[in-house]
T-cell receptor
Framework: NAGVTQTPKFQVLKTGQSMTLQCAQD?????MYWYRQDPGMGLRLIYY???????DKGEVPNGYNVSRLNKREFSLRLESAAPSQTSVYFC??????????????FGSGTQLSVL | AQSVTQLDSQVPVFEEAPVELRCNYS??????LFWYVQYPNQGLQLLLK??????LVKGINGFEAEFNKSQTSFHLRKPSVHISDTAEYFC???????????????FGKGTLLTVNP
């Protein structure tokens, strides 16, 4: 059982380049999330999707866009990468649609460097 | 406003010693509380959660946490740690968003537990 799968695991971009981080879950979960993790900052929510066809901004959405392609997949796009977006990105999913008490399942992360 | 404070950014301990990782939160409404663990180069995994009922919650790998409403704390404890417990631990608080029907989950900044032989 794969759980939450993220690709790629590592990526180096130049300032201004664009890229899409892919995430897929095979647990039939309703909700999916994108977080970024920076040293000493914990995890901060970028965007989330409480159900297929809906997306909402989190704490730090600027510079990002998302697409909930279907129930399984939730992608994160950087249209014009900036050095401030250097971070480790985690995708997560949960069974319900925003009930608040659910366990989150995390992918193994994407380490992104923007030069 | 809701915040989560993990009082120690790093906690070094010796193997077989007890450990307590502290977490305090601020919220004027009822909350759900979580502890997640992140081993090196991995995603986060749920250790335990408090939703309601008994204030002492037991989780995986011998960890437990106690919810103290009056002190707005949810400290994580283990009576005897192993080298394999070396990881970063995150406290998280879930609270209904003001004016909405969704819940907002906020993570603390993490505590790095290093267990030395």
């Amino acid at each position: 059982n794969a759980g939450v799968t993220q690709t790629p695991k590592f990526q180096v971009l130049k300032t201004g380049q664009s890229m899409t981080l892919q995430c897929a879950q095979d647990m039939n979960h309703n909700s999916m999330y994108w977080y970024r993790q920076d040293p000493g900052m914990g995890l901060r929510l970028i965007y989330y999707s409480a159900s297929e066809g809906t997306t909402d901004k989190g704490e730090v959405p600027n510079g990002y866009n998302v697409s909930r392609l279907n129930k399984r997949e939730f992608s994160l796009r950087l249209e014009s990468a900036a050095p401030s977006q250097t971070s480790v990105y985690f995708c997560a999913s949960s069974e319900g649609s925003g009930t608040g008490y659910e366990k989150l399942f995390f992918g193994s992360g994407t380490q992104l460097s923007v030069l | 406003a809701q915040s989560v404070t993990q009082l120690d950014s790093q906690v070094p301990v010796f193997e077989e010693a007890p450990v307590e990782l502290r977490c305090n939160y601020s919220s004027s409404v009822s909350v759900y509380l979580f502890w997640y663990v992140q081993y090196p180069n991995q995603g986060l995994q749920l250790l335990l959660k408090y939703l309601s009922g008994s204030t002492l919650v037991k989780g995986i790998n011998g960890f437990e946490a106690e919810f103290n409403k009056s002190q707005t704390s949810f400290h994580l404890r283990k009576p005897s740690v192993h080298i394999s417990d070396t990881a970063e631990y995150f406290c998280a608080v879930s609270r209904r968003d003001s004016g909405g029907s969704n819940y907002k989950l906020t993570f603390g900044k993490g505590t790095l537990l290093t267990v030395n032989p």
